[in-house]
Structures are given as structure tokens and as C-alpha cells.
């Protein structure tokens, strides 16, 4: 099992310009599907970018390369944009597209851009990284909020 699961890290490592270090209590895969799960206390860092969870799936596509990460229950995470914007934030689920750089956070979403100081909650968030856009929705009875820091006015003359 231990050499399953080096030959996966290596595998995955290989595909990315960045290691990608995944830590969890518990590691299962199923090589025909390109399904590989990983629960209890789940870490997974690549570079600056980092996300915890209780459980993490990665869909593989037919050359073994990841094509979605879901993280699911009570998740957590920072990430570094292209453009170089930092988030941090959580959510009950997270969805993540390694090749169109796309994250869906959904449930019980926060999101802070950290050097913007903007702050949104709702349902659903969707972060385009690479195109720079972001689409939000709030829960049934719950709006989406977003909260930007303002600079103070200036005293008038």
C-alpha cells in the first residue's frame, strides 16, 4: 500500500511544475476509474497554495493527469492567483480545476482577498483565476454579502 501510494505522489508530483504534497490518515485508489480518495485530517500543499478537508477526491483523466479535486467537510484553504491576489477562506465543499485554474466553493462559503481586504460570503463562489472573474449566490433565504475595506475620507478644507 505504502508503494501504491509513493508511486501515485510521484505520478502526480511529476505533472506539476510545483510538488504536490498530499498528507491524510487514510489512502485509497482505483487506477481504472482514476479515482484516488484520501480522509481524516487531509493537508494538500503545491507551492503557496494549500487546502485541509476531511476528505479529498482527485479524478484522474486516461494519462493519469489530475482533472478535479474535490475537498469535502469543513474545508479550508489559501491560494495565490496568477495574477498574484491572495485568497484564504472556507467552505463546506470545495471543487478545484487544476487545467482551467477554476475553485467552486460551496456551502457556508468565505472568501477573503487578503491583499484587496474584500470579503464575500454566500452558497456558492466561483473563482476564475486565470480570466480574473468571480460569480457568488447566496443560500435560498441569504443574500450574498461582499464587504470592501474603504479608505477613510479626507478631511475637507
Known amino acids: 500500500m505504502r508503494y501504491l501510494l509513493f508511486l501515485l505522489f510521484f505520478f502526480i508530483t511529476s505533472l506539476f511544475s510545483e510538488d504536490l504534497k498530499i498528507k491524510a490518515n487514510t489512502f485509497n485508489s482505483d487506477e481504472k476509474s482514476g479515482i484516488s480518495i484520501f480522509s481524516g485530517d487531509v493537508n494538500v500543499v503545491k507551492g503557496s497554495d494549500e487546502l485541509n ?20 467537510g ?7 492567483t496568477k495574477e498574484g491576489a491572495l485568497y484564504k477562506g472556507k467552505a463546506q465543499k470545495v471543487v478545484y480545476y487544476p487545467i482551467e485554474k ?18 464575500i460570503t454566500g452558497d456558492e463562489v466561483v473563482l476564475k483565476s486565470i480570466e480574473g472573474k468571480a460569480y457568488a449566490r ?20
Open 102 to 119: 477554476e475553485y467552486h466553493f460551496f456551502k457556508n462559503v468565505f472568501l477573503q482577498q487578503i491583499d484587496e481586504k474584500k470579503e
Open 74 to 80: 469543513n474545508a479550508s484553504f489559501s491560494l495565490v
Open 53 to 72: 478537508a476531511s476528505k479529498v477526491t482527485i479524478h484522474t483523466n486516461k494519462e493519469h493527469q489530475p482533472t478535479k479535486f474535490i475537498a469535502e
Open 138 to 157: 447566496g443560500a435560498d433565504k441569504e443574500p450574498v454579502i461582499m464587504i470592501f475595506a474603504m479608505p477613510p475620507e479626507e478631511e475637507k478644507k
